[in-house]
Nanobody
Framework: QVQLVESGGGLVQAGGSLRLSCAASGRTFSFYTMGWFRQAPGKEREFVAAISRSGSRSYYADSVKGRFIISRDNAKNTVFLQMNGLKPEDTAAYAC????????????????WGRGTQVTVSS
């Protein structure tokens, strides 16, 4: 069993930055590929970014590539999502997830999910 708790969401203006954190407990953190997903009201859940077990490989949705950076600190059992150049369309609930595979962009490949943290970007 792995428990994930997100933090760092909030309200920011367009063009601003925000860093989300996801703290994990339970199974050895480094065993899992970690990902971030988001979901806005009325829209389907969307893949945002993922990072491999060691942190050597990362993956991004085209919509956030060049603006968001995913990282992890295995000693702290924490994964981060640095969000820069935020746009109103980034507004969503952001959730982190853990996967035993490296099928990074597929929600079905993730075994554990956090409850999410709200990010709202004003124009």
């Amino acid at each position: 069993q792995v428990q994930l708790v997100e933090s760092g969401g909030g309200l920011v203006q367009a063009g601003g930055s925000l860093r989300l954190s996801c703290a994990a407990s339970g199974r050895t953190f480094s065993f899992y590929t970690m990902g971030w997903f988001r979901q806005a009201p009325g829209k389907e859940r969307e893949f945002v970014a993922a990072i491999s077990r060691s942190g050597s490989r990362s993956y991004y949705a085209d919509s956030v590539k060049g603006r968001f950076i995913i990282s992890r600190d295995n000693a702290k059992n924490t994964v981060f999502l640095q969000m820069n150049g935020l746009k109103p369309e980034d507004t969503a609930a952001y959730a982190c997830a853990a996967s035993r595979t490296e099928v990074a962009g597929t929600a079905q490949s993730y075994d554990y999910w956090g409850r999410g943290t709200q990010v709202t970007v004003s124009s």
